[in-house]
């Protein structure tokens, strides 16, 4: 839905200059909408529920609800910086990483800034500049489906702020390797904060990827890595994801913008379980790598060329607009994903589910092909 722009002088002028955007509907209304057994794969969600020791902590912890959550996330924090070797006051929790992302954008920027971000890509880094009134930068991703990095460092302007990047990358599904991680990071300027976003990092590491940490944690000026438990530790709507940050001064920041009790008792208690979990990660991630490689040959067989993901989602370019063909993929009970960035209309991005999903998938996709040719 687009409208007129506003006027309102109470409103800020990065406020007034985005439009009113779109709010995906979540499984339950799709649901409603579209029948029980609708197929969800519009929002790169995990398949499968949380392992079951994670929802026996997320009962427990239901049980203090009627408290305020422990502001510091002092066990999970300890916990992953055992993980990652980032020291435990680095590393801050949000809302999703979703919320992080924007805490950093109202850290660093303001107007006449600018911002460096690939598109397409996830739109809070554009989305936050413009909020905060500053520019956006938009280089596009390269023809296998991953950050360009020469050019995303050679737009880079005395105004830059962050440089974004994003790997794997969310819609198209390729990751940098090794060597072009090592670029992006030595390439970066002193003076600009890197922010990567690793939303898919377990994804991308179980298909053979490169430690983005290990190369981030060399650069001198500052940086933060970004990551989520919504994806591949099955928390999306548990809502949380932590920033790795580089330096005190960043983690200090971003928890001067944060409100005090964003993330919840519930959330925290199931990310420690979840983290701790590592045989039910394992079945996640074996169970999305073989389901991608085999929608991924579904849609060869159906004479389409998809891009060569490493994440829980394929994405394939159908020729046609993918719009139309989504509708009619609804009536075939798969819920799919259009990648709504001007020039890529014929985009069609699938999350990787279950066996029985993928089935669902090529078999759906050529009848609502048929459908939609039939209805236009
Ligand atoms: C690339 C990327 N970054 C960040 C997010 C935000 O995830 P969350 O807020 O659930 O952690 C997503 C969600 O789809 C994503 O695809």
Known sequence: ????????????????????????????????????????????????????????????????????????????????????????????????????????????????DTIVAPTPSFPRYRLAAVVMGAKPILVPIDREGACDVNKLLAAVQPSTRILWCCTPNNPSGGQLDDARVARLVAGTPDDLILGIDEAYSEFGRHAGGPDVLAHVARRKGPWVVFRTFSKAYALAGMRIGYALCGSDEIADALR?????????????????????????????????????????EGFVKLGYKPLPSVTNFVSVDLGTNAWPVIDALLLHGVAAREWRDPGYETYLRVTVGTAEDTDAVLTALPLALKTQKKAG
């Open 1 to 112: 839905m687009s409208q007129a722009v506003s006027s309102a002088p109470y409103l800020t002028d990065g406020i007034k200059a985005l439009k009113t955007g779109v709010l995906p509907l979540a499984a339950a209304e799709m649901r409603a909408l579209h029948g029980e057994d609708l197929r969800l794969l519009n929002l790169n969600e995990c398949p499968y529920p949380p392992s079951p020791a994670t929802l026996e902590a997320i009962m427990r912890a239901a049980q203090g609800i009627n408290r305020y959550p422990e502001t510091r996330s002092t066990k999970l924090a300890a916990a992953m910086s055992r993980r990652t070797g980032v020291p435990a006051d680095r590393i801050v929790f949000g809302i999703g990483s979703d919320e992080l992302l924007n805490l950093l954008s109202q850290a660093a920027l303001g107007p006449g």
């Open 256 to 296: 001067k913008v944060r409100t005090t009790f964003n993330v919840t008792d519930m959330a925290q208690q199931a990310a420690l379980a979840a983290l701790a979990d590592e045989a039910y990660l394992k079945f996640i991630l074996d169970s999305t790598a073989r389901e991608r490689r085999r929608l991924i």
